[in-house]
């Protein structure tokens, strides 16, 4: 666990590093602990060392998760893909939905967000690399999604997520690129203003997606290791 603690301080140092290196102001860009395979212990460790926001991408491995740290304070973001059977227990656990990619997915957590939770903060999750495989919307429908998303009053509409196709980080640079750019765009169109989250950067490539604006990186390995 100190390994975790000595960890989790290197990754903070790096990102105000590559803020810094990129004329930002150090503090800008966010830290979300990917912790998908990861037991609760480890996160308790990380919860203490103050890092207070976690993302799971499987539901049912991820309630079991918050059930066991209740009491801990952490702030939990849904990154994997969302099935519609999902969206009910996502709507009722989770703070964030950060991998929002159709509208039918977005009314049902609208429709399933219980009254008295205030709104599910939702990312729109763009297939910036043209991935067959991959989840997201395609770029050029992000807009119209992002519009109905913005109407829906149980949602809170907040940004743009992608992860762009494995590769170099060089090759990541492009892709992150053409996101702020989608992001700028869409932020221009709506005019709404607590769209303020690009969603950007993992492991590997977290420096280059802060060179190209990211605001949130989504970090597993670097704190936890190897899964
Ligand atoms: C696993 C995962 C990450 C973290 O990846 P690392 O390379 O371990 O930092 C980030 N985003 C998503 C959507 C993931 O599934």
Redesign the pocket.
């Known amino acids: 666990m100190t390994e975790l603690v000595a960890r989790l301080a290197a990754l903070r140092q790096r990102i105000d590093t590559a803020c810094r290196t990129a004329g930002r102001a150090s503090g800008s860009v966010r830290l979300l602990a990917?912790s998908?395979a990861v037991g609760s212990a480890a996160i308790r460790a990380a919860g203490a060392a103050g890092q207070r926001e976690f993302?799971e991408?499987y539901v049912q491995e991820a309630m079991e998760k918050m059930s066991q740290l209740a009491d801990a304070g952490l702030t939990w973001h849904f990154?994997?893909p969302i099935q519609s059977n999902k969206t009910r227990a996502i709507a009722e656990n989770f703070a964030w939905a950060?991998?929002v990619d159709r509208e039918k997915i977005a009314r049902r957590l609208a429709e399933q967000r219980p009254p008295g939770r205030g709104p599910l903060q939702v990312c729109v999750q763009v297939n910036i690399s043209g991935e067959a495989s991959k989840s997201g919307c395609a770029p050029g429908e992000a807009l119209a999604l992002c519009t109905a998303i913005a109407r829906l009053p149980t949602l809170q509409l907040r940004g743009l997520?992608a992860?762009p196709a494995p590769g170099d980080p060089g090759a990541a640079r492009g892709a992150y690129r053409r996101l702020r750019e989608l992001f700028e765009e869409i932020r221009a169109a709506l005019a709404a203003p607590g769209f303020d989250t690009l969603s950007a950067g993992?492991?590997?490539d977290l420096d280059v997606a802060i060179a190209e604006g990211s605001t949130l990186v989504?970090?597993?390995?670097?704190i936890f290791g190897e899964?």
């Open positions: 990917v998908k993302g991408n990154i994997g950060q991998s997520m992860i993992m492991t590997e989504r970090v597993g390995t670097a899964r």
